[in-house]
């Protein structure tokens, strides 16, 4: 009640912003110190071999640190900041951050600003608790940060000062990552080298590095805060374990793309400006599918900034949310029976010299090289199913997977009708096929110009080629992109390599076999991977049974999904392309299952906290209630309907009985064998917790209003 009154008197705690006074794209990059600061700051020598390191990959000279970091700190100075921070990504998936300062005493009793080329290239925060999976025992806590000159240094604003940050990736001293960083920037690398040879192959000399690129939609909920912080469960699991659908859900779809109340609107508008002065370049803006959902995207970059500045939108997203008086719940899966959200990530590649390599184009020249490219992602989708799905698997992603409104666990390729058909007839053509005849013969006979958007939409596919780029759309929303981009990176890499061989060799230096060769390897492609296609609707049940059949993988929980990472022939992968050692690998394999057992751990535990401290006193105090208007009625000689109290009591009872079993569930012996700990998580652990909600959520449908102890889905949702 209270919360409601808040709520509904909400007023802005400071005015709104001036858009006139500093438009907002005159702010772009403004704390960034990006390209133009650089040429501006740095001598020209020096300025263009980071350019160089920035653009073509080449090696960084170390020389020029100490040049780089007295302009950085000088820069930083002007702009207010005392500070400078390494910023690095643990596996986690939050961003962590050592603040130094950059005064140091001079040993005259003052103090100096120093910021040196060493300090710029290295730290060593303490890194001891951030997990690793056992690559490092906590005695040996020793990590570094090392400075990645291919994502700019940029300044945070505080209310209480800046701070120049620097992002970094994050290594044990033994050199194995300890972050999300390091293996981005390997697999892009391995990519960059595979897409180079397929290139050659068509003419391309130039050596502009080929980048996979992202553009990444984040979809996330807005709630008031006084709702939030009512709410033990979505505070501390950034989910709600209780609540009863709300009358009026979702059904009338009136909410996507609907008018964006101002509040809200407010809001974005500051995010967009705060993420703007990042030099992040922020596009769209809409409503989502849910009540109180919305979503906000980027215009693609270089994978490894996107990845870096997904990272600030999210928490650029939550700290603005604050300031307006929300919260914003980033969970895969906020509300129960309400659309989960979801970050899909665009992906393609390419590079200034050669544009997007995804890109159909309308030559046929550049449709055989867009159809070898495509094949490969096909290929690549299709040969490391596993991975891919173990790379969007966590605890929260799992109640959105499949429930009828994303992508099912099942990992297919929407191609679109045209594509289909254009990889059908080359299957069906052949190299038998003569111009002649008619028939399509790839870059030599037209293909048809395929237009940008080929064909229709698919919503419900986990990845679906959108007109020029793929959508991987199973990623979940509160994941660090970098996983899936590590993974499809290298996977492309490894068919880009399998091609490329096979396509030297039958060609054996003679280019005017290639459209022949290409031909025969899209058809060999294609025939082994057909299966992977799929264009039809993947939330039906028939899909389930189809896929089946076709022999595709369909695992359905992270415990299913993560032991996927132990599979030999995708250690074989990591090594062979130098993106992540077998150590490396199964740190990560164990990190993960970890924080899947810890995650239903900590949710279990709130579950019995909450239905005991919470739901059994409000419903008993119900009871109570109707037992003793039943008593005194009767005393005066009336009747009493004891339905009502009957249902009550009998919820309460299965309420303590579900606790009671849940309590037990969770004090089995736990094993030392993590899969085995989250087998029992995700099959005995997680169906006793609903247990116990199912019958909170009907009490909650019994009990009166204003007792009942938590904020409800409909005051959530629709109270703003
Ligand atoms: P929709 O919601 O219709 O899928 P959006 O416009 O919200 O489309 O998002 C599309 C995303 O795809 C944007 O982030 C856009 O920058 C990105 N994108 C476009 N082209 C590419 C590309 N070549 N590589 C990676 N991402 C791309
Ligand atoms: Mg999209």
Not at 16 to 45: D, H, I, S
Not at 53 to 67: M, Q, R, Y
Not at 562 to 578: H, I, S, T
Not at 615 to 633: D, G, K, M, V
Request: hydrophobic share 40%.
């Amino acid at each position: 009640m209270a919360a409601i009154s808040a709520v509904t008197n909400y007023k802005p705690s400071t005015p709104p912003l001036n858009f006139k006074e500093t438009p907002t794209q005159e702010l772009f990059c403004a704390n960034v110190f990006g390209p133009a600061v650089m040429k501006a700051r740095l001598p020209k020598p020096v300025y263009k071999s980071l350019i160089k390191v920035i653009e073509t990959g080449a090696k960084l000279d170390p020389s020029v640190a100490d040049i780089v970091a007295s302009a950085m700190k000088d820069w930083a100075i002007e702009k207010g900041a005392t500070h400078y921070a390494h910023v690095f990504y643990p596996l986690t998936g939050a961003t962590a951050e050592k603040h130094d300062s950059f005064l140091s005493p001079d040993g005259d009793g003052g103090a100096i600003a120093e910021f040196t080329g060493s300090q710029l290239i290295q730290g060593e925060p303490d890194g001891s608790s951030f997990p690793t999976g056992g690559i490092r025992q906590t005695f040996e806590a020793r990590g570094y940060t090392i400075w990645d000159v291919t994502s700019p240094a940029y300044i945070l604003e505080n209310p209480n000062g800046t701070t120049l940050c620097i992002p970094t990736a994050f290594v044990s001293w033994t050199g194995e990552a300890l972050d999300k960083k390091t293996p981005v920037l390997r697999s892009m690398q391995a990519l960059n080298k595979q897409a180079h040879r397929i290139l050659k192959l068509f003419g391309h000399d130039d050596e502009t590095f080929v980048s996979s690129t992202a553009g990444p939609e984040q979809e996330y909920f807005l709630i008031d805060r006084h709702f939030f912080f009512a709410r033990p469960d979505l505070l501390n699991a950034g989910r709600t374990l209780f609540g009863a659908a709300p009358p009026k859900g979702q059904e009338f779809d009136d909410h996507y793309f609907g008018a964006i109340p101002d509040r809200v609107l407010a809001f974005m508008l500051e995010v967009e400006r705060e993420l703007f002065k990042l030099g992040i370049p922020v596009k769209t803006r809409h409503n989502e599918v849910a009540p109180g959902q919305y979503e906000i995207a980027p215009v693609f970059e270089s994978s490894n900034l996107a990845t870096d500045h997904q990272q600030l939108v999210m928490i650029t997203l939550r700290k603005v949310a604050e300031k307006y008086g929300m919260a914003c719940l980033t969970h895969e899966k906020p509300f129960a029976g309400v659309n989960g959200s979801g970050k899909h990530v665009n992906f393609s590649m390419g590079s200034a010299a050669v544009g997007n390599l995804l890109d159909p184009g309308d030559t046929p020249h550049s449709n055989a090289q867009f159809l070898v490219f495509c094949a490969a992602v096909m290929r690549a989708v299709y040969k490391y199913q596993g991975l891919l799905r173990a790379v969007i698997a966590s605890a929260s992603n799992d109640h959105r997977l499949g429930a009828n409104e994303a992508p099912p666990a099942i990992i297919s390729i929407f191609l679109g009708d045209q594509l289909t058909d254009v990889f059908q007839q080359i299957k069906g053509g052949g190299a038998k096929s003569s111009i002649e005849k008619g028939t399509l013969t790839v870059g030599v006979d037209t293909l048809p110009p395929l237009p940008k958007d080929a064909g229709d939409r698919n919503r419900t596919s986990p990845f679906a080629f959108t007109g020029n780029r793929f959508e991987f759309r199973a990623v979940g929303s509160n994941q660090s992109i970098a996983g899936p981009l590590v993974a499809m990176n290298t996977i492309v890499a490894e068919s880009l390599d399998y091609c490329a061989t096979k396509l030297e060799e039958a060609t054996g230096g003679d280019l005017g076999k290639l459209n022949e060769c290409v031909q025969s390897l899209l058809t060999e492609v294609f025939n082994e991977c057909e299966s992977i296609i799929f264009n039809g609707n993947g939330y039906s049940e028939e899909w389930h049974q189809e896929a089946a059949n076709r022999g595709l993988l369909n695992n359905k929980t992270t415990a299913d999904a993560l032991p996927a990472l132990g599979d030999p022939a995708v250690a074989e992968l990591f090594e062979k392309y130098n993106v992540l050692t077998g150590r490396e690998l199964e740190s990560r394999l164990e990190t993960y299952l970890e924080q899947y057992c810890m995650t239903i751990q900590v949710e279990a535990n709130l579950t019995v906290e909450i239905a005991k401290t919470k739901i059994f006193p409000a419903a008993i105090r119900y009871q109570n209630e109707l037992a003793s208007t039943c008593a005194n009625l009767k005393l005066v000689g009336y009747d009493f309907d004891t339905d009502t109290l009957d249902k009550v009591t009998e919820l309460v009872k299965c309420l303590q009985d579900s606790v009671a079993n849940l309590e037990k569930t969770m004090a089995h012996e736990g094993s030392e064998d993590l899969q085995a700990e989250s087998r029992h998580m995700c099959d005995d652990v997680l169906p006793a917790m609903l247990e116990v909600r199912k019958f909170a959520d009907e009490l909650e449908t019994w009990v009166a209003d204003d007792i009942w102890p938590l904020p409800t889905y409909q005051e959530m949702l629709f109270i703003k």
